[in-house]
């Protein structure tokens, strides 16, 4: 008789995680619940007790066993140290990715593997398929919900090792699923915000590590027109967190359109005809790009990217030349970060991506 394969399946407390867990048990797998435990700061309320019982009852419903596996110095070395350094230098990053890259399938997946697991699992909304011996990442079909934007750092070796057992169902039929398999988590709200620690005021938590350093706000004339709390708080396109004090200025559709560290500043429009400028941009560097694929790609090639989640994918061309490698857009691209990735599609198919280093 066949032994089944062992899946140790990332279990978070939410709906998803928790029907790629009972999808997996129905399907046969030998499978463990896994609550990853990461650090938490002080001044924050403490959620992570409450979903590691709700992990817990979900296992103990779908008769699993459940583990907790400690992962705290990664997360807070490479995931929250890595964001504050950023924001520090006035980039914006995107955590989620590195806490994929460095919690969910680094330490997580080598923890899993060293304990015997053949796979690991998660409730992403992303899919896997092995062509010609590789294997590629594609988009989830609930194109509402994709997460494979989140998920370009992932490697050969890793997609060999991983699962998503609801990359191929929209989220009103995981929530089905839910009731069917009567989970705990079936009409549980989704999670928003940081990832692991959730719903939080970046800026509030940032303060913590960041001195707030008052500056001006400038409008499209470079007169004062506000002050605000510090330019490295600020995104491009952010709408709110800065105080307007003149009168002739104030209007509810301003927003950053530039940021100057330096003399920290940060200047804001109300119409992006007026930013068009300093705000809209048709080039990205990027010095490196990770390919999830080692196939040869011959440059120039058309391609498509997103530069933010849940973005609608942006015809462009990608060029590599000595210095690295640079994306040039069809169209303008409105608000872009330097910080944030860009990630690069061939049809449904993720290729991979990058942290944007500089806009033109």
Request: aromatic share 10%; with cysteine; hydrophobic share 35%.
């Amino acid at each position: 008789m066949n032994k089944k394969p062992k899946v140790f399946v990332g279990v978070s407390g939410g709906v998803d995680s928790s029907v790629a867990l009972a999808l997996l048990k129905k399907d046969g797998y030998d499978v463990t619940g896994v609550f990853l435990k990461v650090w938490h700061p002080d001044f924050l309320p403490c959620e992570w007790k409450e979903e590691r019982r709700s992990a817990m009852r979900v296992c103990a419903t779908m008769e699993v066993p459940f583990m907790t596996i400690d992962c705290e110095t990664e997360y807070k070395k490479d995931v929250v140290d890595y964001m504050i350094r950023e924001y520090s230098l006035g980039r914006v990053p995107n955590p989620d990715v590195f806490c994929n890259k460095y919690v969910k399938f680094g330490v997580f997946l080598k923890k899993a593997l060293e304990m015997g697991a053949d796979f690991i699992a998660t409730g992403h909304y992303a899919q896997k398929y092995e062509h010609t011996n590789k294997y590629e990442l594609k988009e989830g079909v609930d194109k509402n919900k994709d997460q494979s934007y989140f998920l370009y750092t992932l490697n050969q070796e890793q997609l060999q090792k991983v699962l998503f057992p609801i990359g191929h169902l929209t989220k009103p039929e995981v929530r089905k699923l839910a009731l069917k398999f009567k989970l705990p988590t079936a009409t549980k709200k989704d999670s928003q915000g940081l990832c692991f620690i959730g719903k939080v005021d970046m800026k509030d938590f940032l303060s913590h590590y960041i001195e707030i350093k008052r500056g001006d706000v400038l409008n499209t004339k470079n007169e004062v027109i506000g002050y605000h709390d510090g330019a490295m708080f600020y995104t491009i396109g952010q709408r709110h967190g800065f105080t307007i004090t003149s009168k002739s200025n104030d209007g509810p559709r301003l927003f950053v359109i530039s940021k100057d560290l330096e003399q920290n500043t940060i200047k804001v429009a109300d119409k992006e005809s007026d930013a068009s400028e300093v705000y809209s941009v048709k080039e990205l560097f990027l010095p490196e790009i990770h390919f999830i694929s080692d196939t040869d790609i011959t440059f120039p090639c058309k391609i498509s990217a997103r530069i933010r989640y849940r973005q609608e994918k942006q015809e462009c061309t990608l060029e590599k030349k000595t210095d690295g490698f640079h994306i040039l857009f069809n169209e303008s691209q409105n608000g872009v970060p330097v910080g944030q990735s860009a990630v690069l599609y061939d049809g449904e198919v993720c290729l991979g991506g990058g942290v944007i280093e500089k806009t033109n």
